[in-house]
């Protein structure tokens, strides 16, 4: 079994803050960074105080930051210093043999990490080795940077990185954020930035403050509120350097997008929805591991499964359940009627407001015996996370944990096609990562 970082209890309370940057996250600056952040800094403004105070703890300190991103929230800290890195594990409690991504404000930051000083004892070796960035991703940087695409990059000799981001892989992956507020917070710092999501290991990611706030209380300092994620997964995970190239985490760029660039054509999927105990280190975060998971036991109904299958599926289940499982959730996209059914005429209607929950009392009989009946409640919760495919991705983890706030005990989620591109797919691999039980269409 992986090494786990040391428990919580070990780790001394720390009175966590959260600091509103919602402005600066709001904004695309018609400057470049460099100006934006000395224009900010000028203006003595509530949030470049933040960003400052952040950048600050982010060089000197070993702690972790939390931060929004696009995608996520992330949880950040300066990758050259491995007691920072370390800071990282400690408060998700995530195994070491995970790697990290780096996020970096542009090019020239990855042309320093691909070439970094020589070191003494390498004096008498090869001098002046320029390293760049592999050509074959080239047409991936010009479609995609900034932006959720995680490319692999071979990780030098004399690598600055601390040796904790790669968990002593030879590669380390790396992308530049579209988000321009995390590109801000980089430049501030002038470090490239280690950044997981920003959630206790193996729990749903975190697309606002507060969820992070939820899960790294008393284990962080400091949370950058800027609202609410935009894309709601994680960056995709491409590797070049292999023959064929190959997705080793789907996400937010899709493989028909990825397909269309040159060099990329036959482009493979390397990675598998299940939550892989791989003996060897992954390459890329998400491969290894249950993810994305609520206390809840989680139920997937692959789509295409016959409704009156699947009711009678859940109605058995709430029979046979009805000592357990008190609380009753259902996470529905595009064709479930409103709790399946379930609720009877008093129960309040539900809300037309995407990804909001309404509940409601539900009497059911349970038959111990056949001379016996017992009649119990449950409360059951819906949430609605709309047709498109990317409400659906940006309101998932917020429904997982919504769930989890109301201490659901089981929770029946409607997938969507996989096959309609990668953000599909990466709503797919998460809900398969994070399900006790995955119905496949004909089963239920």
């Not at 990282?88 to 043999?97: F, L, N, S, V």
Request: hydrophobic share 35%; charged share 20%; proline share 10%.
């Amino acid at each position: 079994m992986a090494a786990l970082s040391p428990s919580v209890s070990a780790v001394s309370p720390r009175q966590t803050r959260i600091l509103p940057v919602h402005r600066l996250n709001s904004i695309s600056p018609p400057q470049s960074i460099a100006e934006w952040w000395a224009s900010e800094q000028q203006s003595g403004s509530a949030e470049a105080a933040a960003v400052a105070e952040a950048a600050e703890l982010l060089r000197t300190g070993n702690t972790p930051v939390g931060f929004p991103t696009e995608t996520v929230y992330g949880l950040g800290a300066d990758a050259t210093r491995s007691a920072a890195v370390q800071g990282i594990y400690r408060a998700k409690q995530r195994p070491r043999d995970n790697p990290l991504i780096v996020h970096v404000d542009s090019e020239d930051m990855i042309e320093r990490l691909l070439n970094p000083p020589a070191k003494d004892t390498e004096a008498n070796g090869p001098k002046n080795t320029k390293r760049t960035i592999p050509d074959i991703y080239r047409p991936l940087i010009e479609r995609f940077w900034p932006g959720p695409l995680t490319i692999l990059l071979p990780n030098p000799p004399n690598s600055i990185l601390a040796p904790e981001v790669t968990a002593k892989l030879h590669m380390f992956g790396v992308r530049i954020p579209s988000s321009p507020f995390a590109r801000l917070l980089i430049h501030a710092t002038g470090r490239p930035l280690a950044a997981p999501s920003a959630n206790a290991s193996t729990k749903p990611s975190p697309t606002i403050a507060q969820h992070v706030y939820h899960d790294l209380q008393g284990r962080i300092d400091l949370i950058l509120d800027g609202g609410p994620c935009g894309v709601g997964v994680e960056s995709t995970v491409v590797d070049g350097l292999s023959s064929p190239p190959a997705i080793l985490r789907p996400g937010g760029v899709g493989i028909d997008e990825i397909r269309a660039c040159p060099g990329w054509e036959k482009v493979r999927k390397a990675y598998k929805d299940e939550a892989l105990q791989l003996k060897e280190i992954p390459p890329a975060p998400g491969m290894k591991y249950r993810h994305y998971s609520p206390k809840a036991d989680v139920v997937l109904f692959e789509t295409g499964s016959n409704p009156t299958s699947i009711s009678r599926r859940v109605n058995a289940d709430l029979k046979n359940t009805a000592v357990g499982a008190r609380k009753v959730g259902f996470i529905r996209t595009r064709t479930w009627e409103y709790a399946l059914g379930l609720a009877p005429p008093s129960s309040p209607p539900p809300s037309g407001e995407i990804g909001s929950m309404t509940s409601f009392t539900l009497e059911v009989e349970y038959h111990p015996t056949t001379y016996s009946t017992i009649k119990t409640t449950k409360t059951i919760y819906d949430i609605h996370l709309g047709q498109k495919t990317e409400d659906i991705a940006r309101g998932l983890f917020a429904a997982l944990r919504a769930m989890d706030l109301e201490d659901v005990d089981i929770i029946y989620v409607e997938g969507i096609p996989d096959n309609e591109g990668e953000l599909a797919a990466a709503v797919m691999n998460r809900l398969r990562k994070a399900a006790e039980v995955e119905i496949r269409k004909g089963q239920a």
